[in-house]
């Protein structure tokens, strides 16, 4: 009897790791971040393939606007700016249910005090404004090219693909992400706060650094390189 005990309980704690092995949880979520990872390198191997045979950059969507689309940096630089400290707060979450912490201990006001719950709510806030303001940006371009302006569509020229479909899938990424952490904070609600309750709190880490990364990278070629 105490050989079936010893076996179910390795049985159950497999998932999650021990100190003479990783989580199997874990190294699954990395495993699939890197065929993630494959996919959007494909997306830049697009986008330099189509800069490469044009001279003109950004290119000139349709003959009725010469002059190329006129991209919106510094918009694009502050919404960049929120998603990267975003996953500061995240980790912070992350740090936070290491050390058992799901809830404040504390005014609201004493950031040192908080927990796993208020510092992925943080996250989540601004991931919700960062998909906010890609969306904002998107129906103004459109706009644009529809009043005869510096605009784009995603059929108005192969730049206006690339950059809907690299930009547009990695917000889908980070929607994800933020459908994530809602799961998350529900099922943190209920019951204890147990070692498969860490897991997954990291596991939403790691997917949501993930993005971050991509996007500086996104950014750092189409908004600054150019």
């Given amino acids: ?92 979450g992350v740090i936070a249910a290491e050390e058992r912490r799901l809830h404040r201990a504390g005014s609201i006001f004493n950031i040192g ?42 059929s108005s020229s192969p730049y206006g693909s690339i950059f809907f479909l690299a930009t547009g899938f990695h917000a889908l990424h980070v929607t994800g992400g933020l459908v994530a952490f809602i799961f998350l904070l529900l099922r943190l609600s209920k019951g204890r706060f147990t070692p498969e309750k860490i897991t997954s709190t990291i596991v939403v880490s790691y997917y949501w650094h993930f993005v971050d990364v991509v996007w500086i990278g996104l950014f750092s070629t189409i908004f600054l390189i150019q």
């Fill in 1 to 92: 009897m105490a050989s079936v005990a010893t076996a179910t309980t390795l049985g159950k704690n497999r998932a999650h790791g021990s100190l003479a092995r990783p989580s199997l949880v874990s190294v699954g979520t990395v495993v699939w971040l890197s065929s993630e990872l494959m996919f959007f390198a494909a997306l830049f191997a697009i986008y330099f393939t189509i800069r490469s045979v044009n001279t003109e950059w950004p290119m000139a969507v349709s003959a009725k606007i010469p002059e190329g689309v006129k991209l919106d940096v510094p918009f694009d630089g502050a919404i960049t700016i929120i998603l990267v400290l975003s996953s500061v707060t995240c980790q912070l």
């Fill in 113 to 154: 005090r908080w927990g796993l719950r208020e510092w992925f709510i943080l996250t989540f806030i601004m991931g919700a404004i960062f998909v906010a303001g890609q969306c904002l940006e998107y129906s103004k371009y459109v706009s644009d090219y529809q009043a005869g302006e510096n605009g784009m569509t995603i």
